[in-house]
C-alpha cells in the first residue's frame, strides 16, 4: 500500500518492512529524534485486494409488497400536501388581502387628495368675482327692474287634478264578442 510515509521512505532511499517500521518506531522514541522523519501511519502494512464481482447475471427478484407499499407512500404524500396546502391557504388570502387593503388605502387617499383638488378648482370656477368677469366678457347685463317678472305661488298648494268620473264607453265590436249575459240563450256554430 503506498502511504505519504511509504512514499517519503522510497523517496529517501531507505526500505521497508514490517520489522523494519518497529524499529523505526523504537529508535525514534529512544532517541528521540529532530531529523523531520516520518512516523508510519497505522495500519500501513495491510494491503487491500480489489476483486471484481460481476452481477450482470444477477435478476432481481420482485417484491409483491412494493407496489403497494409504494402507492400508498404516495397517497401519504399527496394527502400530506393537501392538508398543508389547506392549513397555509386561509394564511396566504389573509396575506394578499392585507396587500389589496393596503393597496386600496393608497388609492382612497389619492382619490381624496384628487377630490380635494377639484372641489378647490370647482370653487375658483364658480366664484362671484369670475362670474362677473366672464359676464362683463361676453357683454351680459342684468335686467332692469321693470322688466323681471316674480311668479307667485298660489295660496292652494293642491295640485292633484279633479275628474269627473264617467263610464266607460266599450266599443261596438269588443260589445259583440263578449260573452252573453246571463238568462240569454248560447248559440253554437256548426
Known amino acids: 500500500m503506498a502511504t505519504l510515509a511509504t512514499l517519503y521512505d522510497r523517496f529517501m532511499g531507505k526500505s521497508g518492512g514490517h520489522a523494519d517500521v518497529h524499529a523505526q518506531w523504537a529508535e525514534a522514541r529512544a532517541q528521540k529524534l529532530t531529523d523531520y522523519r516520518l512516523r508510519p501511519f497505522p495500519n500501513e502494512d495491510i494491503a487491500f485486494h480489489l476483486k471484481r464481482i460481476d452481477n450482470s447475471r444477477v435478476i432481481r427478484q420482485m417484491d409483491p409488497q412494493t407496489p403497494r407499499v409504494c402507492w400508498n407512500m404516495i397517497g401519504v404524500a399527496g394527502a400530506s400536501a393537501v392538508v398543508l396546502i389547506g392549513l397555509l391557504l386561509p394564511t396566504a388570502y389573509r396575506l394578499m388581502a392585507g396587500y389589496q387593503i393596503e393597496e386600496l388605502k393608497k388609492d382612497y387617499g389619492q382619490l381624496q387628495s384628487r377630490k380635494a383638488e377639484m372641489e378647490l378648482e370647482e370653487a375658483r370656477l364658480l366664484s362671484p ?26 295660496k292652494n298648494t293642491e295640485v292633484a287634478l279633479h275628474r269627473e268620473s264617467r263610464p266607460l264607453a266599450v266599443p261596438a265590436r269588443i260589445a259583440d264578442s263578449a260573452a252573453p249575459a246571463a238568462g240569454q240563450p248560447v248559440e253554437t256554430q256548426q
Do not use: M, T
Request: charged content about 35%; glycine content about 8%; proline content about 12%.
Open 129 to 154: 368675482e369670475r362670474l362677473a368677469g366672464l359676464a362683463k366678457l361676453q357683454d351680459f347685463v342684468d335686467p332692469e327692474p321693470g322688466r323681471v317678472i316674480h311668479l307667485d305661488e298660489p
